[in-house]
Structure formats: structure tokens, C-alpha cells
């Protein structure tokens, strides 16, 4: 299966003064097209800079990382802000929806900035929000909706660029046990119409939804059974 996502002995230290403080030990993994995963660990595990490694937010201090096959540490800044823009679709904890604009302006956002046409971006907006059930909410501000619609909102914003794989971090963080579920049964119906999803988490109930998953403690990851 052709890899999306893949790092080999990829490593990630902080500088503290003259002191060099590793995060990450010589982490393995590999993520096909059109799998469902997620890696799950506590605070201060190192998920969370892995995370910014896997969205193209850092660089590694060694190691390689791959998106659709391409060495990320070979990228100019230039083409690394290509990558992450066209390639990573990012659904955040606490959707970081534009306050000031609708819905619908906020999903048509990414595709103003891949300098999209106005009619192509239409039919893209429309399809997604219709997709993830939005179509009347479309001209509400994000503060005149519920949580679960906002990260609904969210989830048609990374969407609708179509990217390689959709990379979401804590998604129900913020979400009451009935939204979760239901955010989580929309992101099973993704995967299973074909979409490649990484969910970072701390929470088991949330990774027990994924068919893959791994398991981050101290730097370390083991995929689990």
C-alpha cells in the first residue's frame, strides 16, 4: 500500500542552553492511503511534537520524513508551506474558526489561498457543507452555531482542498460525550468513502475508533495490537 505518511528514525531534540534535551527517539511509522490511525499518549509524551513534525510545523533534527513520497527535509520553507497547505488537512481541538466570518466563508478560506477559481471554489464549498450536513448553516458566524457544528465547519475546511490525508488533533477535546460520538461516527464514515485520517489523541475510547493504532510514551512508539 502506497504510504501517505512514513518516518524512519526520526528524532527531535530542544536546545535548553547548552543543554541537549531529546523528545523524540528514532520513531518508525508509516501510514497507507486510505487507512484510519491514530497515536495516542499522555501529556508530555511527545505527541504533540511529533504532531508538528508530521503537519510540517518543524523539522526533525534527524531522521526522514515522507508525505505522498516526498522528502520533507529536502523543502525550501516556500515548498514546505506548499506541501502542508495542499497535501495536510488540519482539524484542530479548538477549531480556530475565523470568528468574524461565516461558516461558509471559513471553509472557502484554503482554496482562496491555492488560488482556486470563485466558481470552482462554489461548487467545492457547497458540496462539502452539504456533505457534512451544513447547508443551512452556511451564513452563520461560527459563535451563532453549537460546538459540534464548529468542528463540523472545521472538518469541511480541511476537506475541501481534497488532501492526501486529513490530520486531526484532539478532535472532541472540546465536544460533550453526544457531539463526540457523533463527530466520531462522521469521521468513520470519511475513512470508509476513501479518506486517509491520523487522529492525535490522549483519550482510548477515541483511538479505539481507529483501525490502526499507536501508542506514544516518552518519545518512544509501538504500534498496538
Keep these: ?10 528524532r527531535k531534540s530542544y536546545h535548553l542552553g547548552k543543554e541537549e534535551v531529546p523528545v523524540l527517539h528514532g520513531i518508525d511509522f508509516r501510514l497507507g492511503k486510505g487507512e484510519y490511525g491514530a497515536i495516542m499518549g499522555p501529556s508530555g509524551s511527545g505527541k504533540s511534537t511529533l504532531l508538528n513534525i508530521l503537519g510540517c510545523l518543524d523539522r526533525p533534527t534527524s531522521g526522514q520524513y515522507l508525505v505522498e513520497g516526498r522528502e520533507v527535509g529536502a523543502l525550501s520553507e516556500n515548498e514546505l508551506a506548499d506541501l502542508r497547505a495542499r497535501s495536510i488537512g488540519f482539524v484542530f481541538q479548538s477549531f480556530n474558526l475565523l470568528p468574524r466570518l461565516t461558516l461558509w466563508q471559513n471553509v472557502e478560506l484554503p482554496l482562496q489561498y491555492l488560488g482556486i477559481s470563485r466558481a470552482e471554489r462554489r461548487r467545492r ?3 462539502t457543507m452539504a456533505r457534512l450536513g ?11 452555531v453549537s460546538g459540534g457544528q464548529r468542528q ?5 475546511r480541511a476537506l475541501v482542498k ?24 462522521l469521521f468513520g464514515e470519511l475513512h470508509e468513502e476513501g479518506n486517509t ?3 492525535i489523541t490522549h483519550e482510548r475510547e477515541v483511538a479505539d475508533r481507529a483501525l490502526r493504532r499507536w501508542h506514544i510514551l516518552d518519545g518512544r512508539m509501538s504500534e498496538l495490537s
Design 152 to 156: 463540523r465547519a472545521a472538518i469541511a
Design 162 to 185: 481534497k488532501p492526501a490525508i486529513l490530520l486531526a488533533d484532539e478532535p472532541t477535546g472540546n465536544l460533550d460525550s453526544t457531539t463526540t460520538a457523533e463527530v466520531l461516527k
Design 197 to 199: 485520517i491520523l487522529m
Design 125 to 127: 464549498v457547497d458540496e
Design 1 to 10: 500500500m502506497e504510504a501517505v505518511l512514513e518516518t524512519r528514525q526520526l
Design 134 to 144: 451544513l447547508s443551512e448553516r452556511g451564513k452563520h458566524l461560527p459563535l451563532e
